[in-house]
Nanobody
Framework: QVQLVESGGGLVQAGGSLRLSCAAS????????MGWYRQTPGNQRELVAS???????TYADSVKGRFTISRDNSKITAYLQMNRLKPEDTAVYYC?????????????WGQGTQVTVSS
């Protein structure tokens, strides 16, 4: 049963923007933190951004000032607005959610969406 569904990935030129969405099914009750990770071949998954139910956000240094995470608690949906994209942002992006108030949500995972930034 799919519990987190991502959308919004794709191909964009450097300097462009994309918006990722992550919708949680109603079966995941009491979700607190949500976040986005990314992974490239041969590398570990890294945290991009996270947000707690109370709105506390965390960002990787590499995306500060370019990416913005937000959420709609009524829809249990998180968004990642990515601006001024760079080729090094190319990765599979994974949504994660957690019942804990944490900067690194990891209890539930989406299947991932590819983001490719061309130079």
């Amino acid at each position: 049963q799919v519990q987190l569904v991502e959308s919004g990935g794709g191909l964009v030129q450097a300097g462009g923007s994309l918006r990722l969405s992550c919708a949680a099914s109603r079966s995941i009750f009491s979700i607190n933190a949500m976040g986005w990770y990314r992974q490239t071949p041969g590398n570990q998954r890294e945290l991009v951004a996270s947000i707690t139910k109370g709105g506390v956000t965390t960002y990787a240094d590499s995306v500060k000032g370019r990416f913005t995470i937000s959420r709609d608690n009524s829809k249990i949906t998180a968004y990642l607005q990515m601006n001024r994209l760079k080729p090094e942002d190319t990765a599979v992006y994974y949504c994660a959610a957690d019942r804990r108030s944490t900067t690194s949500p990891s209890q539930f995972w989406g299947q991932g969406t590819q983001v490719t930034v061309s130079s």
